[in-house]
C-alpha cells in the first residue's frame, strides 16, 4: 500500500520556521511536491524536485523563503520555510508522480493527508 504521511505543521508566529516532512512509503515517487489549501481557496503549487534533486522550482509567492528538498534513502520529502507570512497559513500537502517536475496538480497520483500550517501576525 501506498502512504504519504506530512508532519512537522503547527502554530508559528509571522517571521518565523517551520520544517515540514513527508514521509513515503511502498512506492519510490520520481517527482516529488508540496501543494497549500487555504479556506476556500483551489489548491495551490507550491514547490517541486525531481529525484535526482537537479530540476527544483519554486511558485513566485514562496522563492528565496522556502527550501524544498529531499533523501532518497529515507524516501522522505522536506520543505524548511522560512520568514513565514499570515499568507502562509494553509494545509500543506505532498505528492508524488512521474511526470516531472510541474506545477499541475493532476499530474501527481500519490497525495498525503495534509498537514495543518498556520502563520499569526
Known amino acids: 500500500q501506498v502512504q504519504l504521511v506530512e508532519s512537522g505543521g503547527g502554530l508559528v508566529q509571522a517571521g518565523g520556521s517551520l520544517r515540514l516532512s513527508c514521509t513515503a512509503s511502498g512506492r519510490f515517487f520520481s517527482d516529488m511536491s508540496w501543494f497549500r489549501q487555504a479556506p476556500g481557496k483551489e489548491r495551490e503549487f507550491v514547490a517541486a524536485?525531481?529525484?535526482?534533486?537537479?530540476?527544483?522550482y519554486y511558485s513566485d509567492s514562496v522563492k528565496g523563503r522556502f527550501t524544498i528538498s529531499r533523501d532518497n534513502i529515507k524516501n522522505t520529502l522536506f520543505l524548511q520555510m522560512n520568514s513565514l507570512k499570515s499568507e502562509d497559513t494553509a494545509v500543506y500537502y505532498c505528492?508524488?508522480?512521474?511526470?516531472?517536475?510541474?506545477?499541475?496538480?493532476?499530474?501527481?497520483?500519490?497525495w498525503g493527508q495534509g498537514t495543518q500550517v498556520t502563520v499569526s501576525s
Open positions: 524536485i525531481n529525484w535526482s534533486g537537479g530540476a527544483i
Open positions: 505528492a508524488g508522480g512521474e511526470a516531472g517536475v510541474t506545477t499541475f496538480p493532476n499530474d501527481y497520483d500519490g
